[in-house]
């Protein structure tokens, strides 16, 4: 198993390795296994007027970006 930082790593350590050789992020590690479990707190897909009411700003592509960061 290698274990890789980000997708970015991930996806060029699966070029560089050989098939016998599993690459994943902390990330995707982790949420193979405890991801069910926690499947019921995830959101969906949230709306730009939640988050920002949530946060108390009007600065929209924070608003954004926080949804896509979520949402992914």
């Not at 350590?13 to 296994?33: D, E, I, Q, W």
Request: net charge positive; proline share 1%.
């Amino acid at each position: 198993m290698y274990l890789c930082y980000n997708k970015a790593v991930e996806i060029a350590a699966k070029n560089r390795f050989p098939r016998n050789v599993t690459c994943k992020t902390a990330h995707g590690l982790a949420y193979a296994v405890y991801g069910s479990q926690y499947k019921h707190k995830q959101a969906g897909n949230l709306r730009l007027t939640d988050i920002a009411r949530t946060i108390n700003t009007q600065d929209w592509e924070l608003a954004k970006d926080i949804v896509s960061t979520l949402n992914a």
